[in-house]
């Protein structure tokens, strides 16, 4: 049987049933499944090793979307979030995305920026090409740093200058510029970076103060693309809405980021479920977004020739499967098997294609509906909890409010004084 994430009413599905799904999509082993179920799969020893001061953890709720065509590849895809409905959204959205040929994406290679601040330069512009005539110097000196990088392809590629104007005057940042292969590669472009300094004072006679890699990940970027057809949306007055949501987005700061923060609902809930840094991906996504000199849309949606929805997303994905969390938390270590991805660049597809497709599921929701019913509706379970409901009374007190339109923890009290 062809392994398929399309399942309509996976959500109706117990926990087990779920979860006994993606073990034979995913090819789980029982102590994967072991793992899944455990409270606090986490150990704490094991915590007290990751961070600093270890008092305890704290559980956020790990989902799998579903319906996700990827390149043609079946996904299921890990998402850890506390916010309820982003994890229905990107199914949601996802199954549209199959009304055509899912989401299809590229990339720029796994490749980071990492920046040496050099000061006190009489002559900045001399400095600068005095820096890129011993480029390959620089170059090498960097590589050996790293062998095992190098051995595996990756490294130091090359090197950019630049003499930036500051309140402390003229400054020459040098970019490193490194393929750091599948890992996110932060420690090994600042080891780097480190090694480098002595150099870049020597040669141009100024003195270095910052050593460190740009979240601005600009050569590691990630595309997705995908055509949604009219049918799919509810007709091609859904796709004018879309296209007026990102209309405004891209002309808006103020919708933009609430825009983007809808990306990245769906991107950082990945992130965060594969181990991997969320405030690098989030600082390269604002940075990204703010690259014209003012702050716009991460995403474009259009109308095609026969009326269908087009919809893409380029942005920094700088994500690893070795070395950060990703290696050492189990949970994060089981997400990446569920995902079955094989390399940093298939992982940032992934992640940058949920980023699109969440961003699909909130605009058609405002576009049409509005974002409250569907959102209210799954959120009414934590009103529910918020007003101190236990057990049944959960979903009962739920199911009321959303029937009533009503879900308001005024009301969830006196269905909760009712029920008891
Ligand atoms: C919530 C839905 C999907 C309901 O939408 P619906 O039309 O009532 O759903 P449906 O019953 O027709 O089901 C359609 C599909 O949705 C999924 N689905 C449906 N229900 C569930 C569920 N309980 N659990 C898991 N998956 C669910 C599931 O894949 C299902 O397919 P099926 O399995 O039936 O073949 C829809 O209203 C929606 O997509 N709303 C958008 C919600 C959203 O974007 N939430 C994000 C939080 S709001 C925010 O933070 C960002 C924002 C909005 O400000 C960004 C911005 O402004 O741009
Ligand atoms: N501004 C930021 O975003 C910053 C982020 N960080 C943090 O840095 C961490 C990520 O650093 P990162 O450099 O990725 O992690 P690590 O240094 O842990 O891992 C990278 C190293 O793993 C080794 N390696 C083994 N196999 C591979 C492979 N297939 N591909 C690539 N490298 C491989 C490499 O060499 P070798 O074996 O020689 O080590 C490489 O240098 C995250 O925790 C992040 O939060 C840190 C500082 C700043």
Do not use: C
Not at 51 to 66: F, H, Q, R, S, Y
Not at 190 to 212: D, H, S
Not at 221 to 246: F, N
Not at 364 to 386: D, F, K, P, S
């Amino acid at each position: 049987m062809k392994k398929t994430s399309q399942i309509s009413g996976f959500y109706k599905l117990s926990i087990e049933e779920r979860i006994q799904i993606l073990k034979e999509f995913a090819g789980l082993e029982p102590e994967d499944v072991e793992l899944l179920k455990r409270p606090g799969a986490l150990p704490i020893e094991r915590a007290d090793k990751m961070v600093e001061n270890v008092i305890g953890k704290i559980e956020i709720p790990l989902g799998v979307a579903a319906n996700f065509l990827i390149n043609g590849r079946e996904y299921f895809v890990p998402m850890a979030t506390e916010e309820p409905s982003v994890i229905a959204a990107a199914s949601n959205a996802a199954k549209l995305t199959r009304s055509k040929n899912g989401i299809t994406t590229s990339n720029t290679g796994p490749v980071m920026i990492s920046q040496i601040q050099t000061v006190g330069v009489n002559d900045p512009f001399g400095a600068k090409m005095a820096i890129l005539e011993n480029r390959q110097e620089i170059i090498e000196q960097a590589n050996n740093q790293d062998p095992v990088l190098v051995k595996l392809g990756g490294g130091a590629k090359d090197i950019e200058v630049r003499v930036i104007d500051t309140k402390m005057g003229p400054m020459v940042i040098t970019h490193l510029i490194v393929d750091t292969r599948d890992a996110m590669g932060a420690n090994a472009v600042n080891t780097m970076a480190e090694a480098l300094a002595p150099t870049i004072e020597k040669i141009t006679g100024g003195r270095v103060y910052l050593r460190i890699l740009s979240n601005l990940a600009v050569k590691r970027l990630v595309r997705a693309k995908t055509v949604v057809s009219k049918e799919a949306l509810g007709g091609e007055e859904v796709v004018d809405g879309i296209v007026m949501a990102y209309a405004f987005a891209e002309a808006d700061p103020y919708r933009a980021a609430t825009h983007n923060k809808g990306i990245m609902n769906g991107v950082t809930a990945v992130v965060l479920a594969t181990g991997n840094d969320t405030r690098a991906i989030e600082a390269g996504a604002h940075a990204y977004a703010a690259r014209f000199g003012r702050y716009t849309s991460l995403s474009t949606w259009e109308k095609n020739k026969d009326g269908d929805l087009v919809g893409t997303l380029e942005m920094p994905m700088a994500v690893g499967l070795v070395g950060g969390a990703t290696a050492t938390h189990p949970i994060a270590k089981l997400a990446v098997k569920i995902l079955g991805v094989k390399t940093a660049v298939e992982l940032a597809e992934i992640i940058t294609a949920t980023g699109l497709a969440q961003n699909l599921g909130a605009v058609r929701a405002l576009a049409t509906e509005g974002i409250q019913r569907g959102h209210m509706a799954l959120h009414a379970r934590n009103i529910a909890i918020n007003a101190g409901a236990v057990g049944e009374q959960i979903d009962r007190i739920a199911e009321i409010m959303v029937k009533e339109g009503k879900v308001k923890m005024d009301r969830a009290l006196e269905l909760l004084k009712q029920l008891k």
